[in-house]
């Protein structure tokens, strides 16, 4: 039979017996450099596969990604993509608009001269997962509340006393 041993740990200042035993993770290594982003595959297939998006829409869609910040926030002029992507303005302007309008890219906030933007969470995350279902929870709770708002007639009754 194998001999057991009895690894223990002292607090060396108070001379207390520690529960549990210490463990060293060093220094963790990221292949991505700037980091990644989560991507659904069936998203990924649907943006392939969409006649409407022309190369400069989709080239405009990987400079956004690429800028990702937590949360899917996204801050970056159209001057700037411009410039990195030697695009004219006109059709950075018109790529934006078209990611808008296929709800692709979210327009958040004014931030300065220029608008935030937002990646919709169902083609891609760059953050904690629980934070993904966070804010999936909270667009389908505004979602029923915007139905009840629009098309019960007892909800606008009682919301309007």
């Known amino acids: 039979m194998k001999s057991m041993r009895n690894v223990s740990q002292y607090d060396n200042r108070t001379g207390e017996l520690l529960e549990g035993v210490f463990v060293y993770c060093g220094v963790k290594y990221n292949p991505y450099g700037k980091g990644f982003i989560m991507n659904s595959q069936e998203a990924l297939d649907l943006l392939a596969e969409d006649p409407d998006l022309t190369k400069d829409a989709l080239r405009v869609l990987l400079k956004l990604c690429a800028k990702l910040d937590f949360e899917n926030w996204i801050y970056i002029t159209q001057t700037d993509i411009c410039k990195e992507l030697k695009i004219n303005k006109s059709n950075v ?67 309007n006393e």
């Open 93 to 159: 302007s018109k790529a934006i608009k078209l990611l808008i309008s296929k709800s692709i890219i979210l327009q958040g906030p004014k931030v300065g001269r220029s608008f935030g933007y937002r990646l919709n969470p169902d083609y891609g995350w760059k953050g904690k997962v629980k934070n993904l279902n966070e804010y999936r929870k909270e667009i389908e709770e505004r979602e029923k509340k915007d139905l009840k708002r629009n098309h019960l007639k007892s909800y606008q009754d009682n919301n």
